[in-house]
C-alpha cells in the first residue's frame, strides 16, 4: 500500500472520529480504511488507536504520530498549490510602486511587450520616489534602485543603472566647463530632497576617490522636474541614463568630469515572500529580469 495514502486515511480517520467518517470523506470503503490504519501500524511497530464498538480514541504514540504526520502532510499540501498556481495563466491586477525615472520609452517598451505576453495581467503602476510600505499600502511588487536593500524583503537584482552628472550643454559653455571633481561647487545643483547630499564621492577610472561639493539651487523629489530644470539651464544633476541618453546623444546635455563616475546602482524587485507567489508576480519579475539585464549596457 501507500505510505502517502495510509498518512492521509490515518489522518481522516482521526479527524472524523471513525473508520466510517474517513471512508466517506475519501470514497472509500471502510474496509480498505482499516486495512490502511493495520498497515501503518505494522510499518511504525507501534498502535496508534484505541478501538471498540463505539468509540476511537489516539494512543500516545498515535497522538506523536499524528501531530507530526499532519506537518508533513502540511507541508506536502503546500508544495503542491505553490507548483500548482507556477503553471496557472498569470492573470489579475498586479499592483507595481517604481522611481519616477522609470517614466521612458526604454520601459514603456517592456511593459509594452510584458502586456503582449501576458494579456490577462492589468499591471496598476505607481511611481513615486518614496520608499512604499508594501504590505500596509498593498503592493505587490516594488523597484527600487539601492546599494542596500532592505533585510526584512526578499530583493531580486534586475539591472545595474549608471546615474551621470549632467547640465544643460548651454548652461555649462555660459558657467565654463569644470576640468576636475573640485571645480564642480561653483556650479548650482538640482538635487533630491530624500538624498544626504554630504560625503558623497566620485571615482576616477583607477579607483582613486574624488570628494564631491555640491552647492544646490533646488530641491525635488521629482525626477521629471529635475530633468526641465536641468534641461532649463537651473543647474547640474545627477541623473540615470535611461533619462537622458537620448540628450546627451543629441547634445542637448553635456556630462560633467566624464573621466569620474558614480558607482552604478542595482535596480532591485523587492516583496514580502516567496511563499505562493501568484502567477502574475512571479512572470513579472521573470520578464523584467529577462528583459533589463538584456537591455543593460
Not at 504514540?61 to 503542491?80: F, K, N, P, T
Not at 526578499?154 to 546615474?163: D, T, Y
Not at 546627451?248 to 532591485?268: E, N, S
Request: a positive charge; glycine letters at 6%; hydrophobic letters at 45%.
Amino acid at each position: 500500500m501507500d505510505r502517502m495514502t495510509s498518512l492521509r486515511v490515518f489522518r481522516e480517520v482521526v479527524d472524523s472520529g471513525s473508520f466510517t467518517g474517513a471512508a466517506e470523506r475519501l470514497a472509500i470503503s471502510a474496509p480498505m480504511v482499516s486495512k490502511h490504519v493495520a498497515q501503518l501500524e505494522k510499518s511504525l511497530g507501534a498502535r496508534l488507536l484505541n478501538r471498540s464498538s463505539r468509540h476511537l480514541s489516539l494512543t500516545e504514540a498515535g497522538l506523536a504520530w499524528y501531530a507530526q504526520s499532519g506537518q508533513a502532510l502540511d507541508l506536502l499540501d503546500a508544495a503542491e498549490a505553490a507548483i500548482g498556481q507556477r503553471n496557472e495563466t498569470p492573470r489579475g491586477q498586479l499592483k507595481v510602486s517604481a522611481p519616477v525615472w522609470c517614466a521612458t520609452p526604454r520601459f514603456a517598451r517592456v511593459l509594452a511587450d510584458y502586456r503582449e505576453r501576458h494579456p490577462e495581467v492589468l499591471v496598476d503602476m505607481h511611481l513615486e520616489n518614496r520608499k512604499v510600505d508594501l504590505a500596509a499600502d498593498g503592493y505587490d511588487l516594488a523597484l527600487r534602485a539601492t546599494h542596500e536593500p532592505s533585510p526584512a524583503l526578499i530583493a531580486r537584482p534586475l539591472c545595474k543603472v549608471q546615474f551621470h552628472l549632467v547640465a544643460a550643454t548651454e548652461y555649462v559653455r555660459r558657467a565654463g566647463r569644470p576640468a576636475a571633481p573640485a571645480d564642480l561647487a561653483r556650479l548650482g545643483a538640482i538635487v533630491p530632497s530624500y538624498v544626504n547630499i554630504e560625503g558623497l564621492s566620485l571615482k576616477a577610472a583607477g579607483g582613486r576617490q574624488a570628494p564631491l561639493r555640491l552647492s544646490p539651487v533646488l530641491r525635488s523629489d521629482d525626477t521629471t522636474l529635475t530633468l526641465h530644470a536641468v534641461r532649463a539651464g537651473m543647474g547640474m544633476a545627477f541623473l540615470p541614463e535611461w533619462l537622458v541618453d537620448d540628450d546627451l546623444t543629441d547634445g542637448l546635455l553635456t556630462r560633467l568630469v566624464p573621466d569620474y563616475t558614480a558607482p552604478a546602482i542595482t535596480l532591485f524587485a523587492v516583496y514580502t515572500s516567496r511563499q505562493y507567489m501568484a502567477p502574475k508576480l512571479r512572470s513579472f519579475i521573470d520578464f523584467l529580469a529577462e528583459r533589463l539585464s538584456a537591455s543593460a549596457p
